[in-house]
């Protein structure tokens, strides 16, 4: 038996999630197998039948409990949500669906959004496929690299007279989705009106998230641009009719480490 | 197949590290804001290649702080030798990438297979020993070895499965791998056990019988009996049988460095700390021991 049929072979068996057994039994199984299923079996030392297969199980119980573990420990919001036998039996068929092409155990859930939102087991639950987006996009921040400058020991000192003149360094790690849902509150509700916009970002000890409205979001937005405070502000025009507590608002993004450093 | 030794490597690196311990994320605030009484610390190489491409954040952060402090040597689990697949040349580029930055005194992974056709089981899954799959492992090594210029350190796995066609002993194939490709082997004790458990054979013979001068590193970590199997799930402490297993080891190849995993059910840092402290005591005694058998010889010569 060449080595990359005994591969094929038992990584096929391996990922079905029916179990090893199940998957020997040559029914239709997630994917084809070019082989017998039942003769690759003696390719396996041991006495018995059953006994090859409960060696082989091992390796299908660590590979879904495995994944199962990470993508829990990644998604606690969803669990929450779903239960843990519902989150069991949703990330089998996303297995079958998106089987994992990293090396890096983390980066499996890239796709588990787009999945919930075009599978239908929880119809009744729509919010799902965003609070699995905002959960990437954590993992995504925890992953990004704070800006290389020191804080600026005076930023909380900020007075109305910088805010005319000097720029703005943002929170470079910052990861932003927005979303018709009130992801950050139970029990989540949609908004049939407005947008959420969520802002993810690495603080100096931990994941932070912000939810803005569309008027704050742009202002923040619009920071990218490294202009002055005072022309960002010479170009809200939003503002004109909604105004906004302008020191309020930069304490708030100052505070909560949004703003990184302010060059005068 | 070329078997060149890659240019600027160290071969065996035997610097008195003793006693490491693995480092893992639910003890960063640890090892961070106290001084382990470790000379060195372990690395996942995956958990610092980045993410999505992208590198950066906090682990490559907490990695490099640490670095200040210790010595670090990266152990990979996705390098996947033994697949069929082609070598993953962006993950070898990443974990390249990651080498140049930390500086590890050495780079390891296993003797085993993780996926094929480019999906990935995230399992260290073992390998009939036949001659074909000591080429082709031999082959991929030799290409990954040359890609990162550096000697590699291939740790044996435990398993649960051993395939019918195989035509040699575990440890005959990784003494054939050592020779062919020049690579050194990452003794883990534990694995040892753990499969002789599972397989029905003597541990000590796997371990005598190893090539001496190629053993860079020894680990040891814990295990759970599961019904006739014996699976190696690192949440236990480590087993009365292995730590024997490991004096009668350091007896008898000497000194060399050995490092403590936990990868489940965490004790505290202290009870960690504590099995480093035991490690540390069985090695002096076996190495002492070693002393007063080999001064008690000499005295019964002269």
Known sequence: ?264 | MSQTTPKNTTGIQHIDLEVGVGLRPFYYSQFLGEKAHTPWIEAISENYMGFLGKQGGRPIHVLESLRRDYDISLHGVSMSLGSCDELDLKYLQQLKDLTQRIQPCWVSDHLCWTGFQRENIHDLLPLPYTQEALYHFADKLDQAQNFLQRTLSIENVSSYVAFSSSEMSEWEFLTALTKKSGCNLLLDVNNVYVSSKNHNFDPWSFISQLPKNSIQEIHLAGHTTNGDLIIDTHDQAINEAVWELYKKTIQYFGPLPTLIERDDNFPTFHELMNEVQRARTIYDLALCENKVAIRDNAHVTL
């Open chain 1, 1 to 264: 038996m060449s080595l990359s049929k005994i591969q094929d072979w038992m990584s096929w068996a391996i990922k079905d999630p029916r179990g090893i057994a199940h998957a020997l039994e040559n029914t239709p199984a997630p994917r084809p197998l070019k082989s017998e299923p039942d003769r690759m079996l003696e390719t396996i030392s041991g006495v018995t039948e059953e006994e090859k297969i409960k060696r082989l199980s091992v390796y299908a119980d660590a590979y879904f409990i495995r994944i199962s573990g990470s993508m829990k420990s990644d998604f606690p919001l969803l669990l929450k949500f779903l239960g843990d036998e519902n989150f069991d039996h949703m990330l089998a068929h996303y297995l079958v669906a998106h089987p994992s092409k990293t090396p890096n155990i983390g980066e499996i859930g890239i796709h588990l959004s787009k999945f919930l939102n075009s599978n239908t087991i929880f119809e009744d639950k729509a919010y799902l496929s965003d609070l699995a987006l905002f959960e990437f996009k954590k993992i995504e921040t925890f992953y990004s690299t704070l800006p290389s400058t020191e804080k600026h020991n005076s930023l909380s000192k900020l007075g109305p007279e910088d805010i005319s003149t000097s720029r703005i360094v943002l929170n470079n790690s910052i990861n932003f989705l927005s979303s018709p849902y009130n992801l950050l509150h139970e029990p989540i509700t949609l908004s049939e009106e407005i947008n959420y916009f969520y802002h993810l970002r690495l603080n100096t000890s931990d994941i932070r998230s912000l939810c803005f409205s569309a008027h704050e979001h742009t202002l923040i937005q619009n920071m990218h641009h490294k202009m002055t405070i005072q022309e960002l502000l010479d170009g809200d025009t939003v503002s004109i009719d909604t105004p906004l507590n302008v020191e309020e608002f930069f304490q708030r993004l100052i505070l909560e480490e949004v703003i990184w450093d302010i060059i005068p």
